[in-house]
């Protein structure tokens, strides 16, 4: 999951990514074309036009942590929502926001929010067209250089952070648990085991209920014998929480991080954060 790299108008270069395993792209009105080209029949977040990817079985790239910055990309804050958005339900905490979603919840003070037009996804390194596998919109990130490395040694130093949390919308999903499942598999294989599926484990379903009341399924994946052969590769988990809005519509929340690490998130932050999830109704549109 890359930070603010907008494409150029022919879609993104792999030789061009700051990182092979995430990507981002900023929607903004200069680049909805681009960003439709590059996501479409793949993964299409918030609004009626949504859609996941017609393959739940492929994923993205190999070993690393979560997103990494372009060179070029806009800096972000620390809170580029304040003051338009709900206000956080956890005393000090930020309140994360996707409006064309109608989904929020709060994560930890130290977590940078990104703008509710960046998108962030993971594609299979070989895949020409840069397929999105699973993504996440206007996602919080959490210690977005808590690693930093040269590892194709082109000159450029790609930041690795430590997590990073966001919803979508799974329209293509027949039920939550589906789409919790996948999810949660694809995100941990695209950013930590691939191209090696093996590698990933995947919990059981379980019902789980947020604080607002919205009842649906949680899923972890984790990876496990990842190859360390770059500075910031690791083991990785997700946690997805995925449920049916009132309108019958599947959408998820997620979460992904690494794993076995110092730092490593906490499985019960992880899940302090998910029970913050709730629907969200943009006050102007009304």
């Known amino acids: 999951m890359g930070h603010g790299a907008q494409p150029p108008a022919s879609g993104p270069n792999p030789q061009d990514r700051p990182n092979a395993h995430t990507k981002a792209v900023a929607i903004g009105a200069a680049v909805a074309v681009v960003v439709a080209a590059v996501v479409t029949g793949a993964v299409l977040l918030g609004g009626d036009g949504e859609r996941t990817p017609p393959s739940a079985s ?10 990494a910055v372009s060179p070029n990309a806009p800096s972000a804050t620390a809170d580029p929502r304040a003051g338009d958005g709900p206000k956080p339900t956890v005393a000090g905490w ?11 919840f709060d994560v930890p003070a ?11 996804y993971v594609a299979e390194d070989d895949d020409p067209a840069d397929t999105p596998l699973v993504a996440m919109k206007a996602p ?31 329209n293509g999903a027949r039920n939550p648990a589906e789409a919790a499942r996948a999810d949660s598999a694809n995100w941990v294989y695209g950013l930590y085991t691939q191209p090696d599926r093996k590698k990933v484990a995947t919990g ?18 984790s990876s496990f014998g ?23 519509d599947v959408v998820s929340w997620s979460f992904v991080g690494a794993d076995g690490v110092r730092e490593e998130v906490p499985d019960a932050t992880v899940r302090e954060i998910a029970r913050t999830v709730r629907l969200y109704a943009d006050p102007s549109a009304s």
Request: hydrophobic letters at 30%; aromatic letters at 6%.
């Open 58 to 67: 492929a994923g993205s790239s190999p070993a690393a942590s979560s997103p």
């Open 94 to 104: 930020k309140a994360v926001v996707n409006p064309d979603l109608g989904i929020a």
């Open 110 to 120: 130290e977590w940078v929010l990104e703008s509710p037009d960046w998108v962030s």
């Open 140 to 170: 919080a990130v959490l210690k977005e250089k808590w690693c930093s490395s040269d590892d194709d040694r082109d000159g450029t130093v790609d930041d690795t952070p430590l997590a990073s949390a966001g919803t979508r919308g799974n």
């Open 204 to 221: 059981p379903v379980t019902s789980f209920t947020t604080a607002s009341g919205l009842t649906g399924s949680l899923v972890t994946s």
């Open 226 to 248: 990842v190859q360390r052969r770059d500075k910031c590769d690791s083991d990785g988990k997700a946690t997805t929480f995925a449920f049916e809005t009132p309108d019958g």
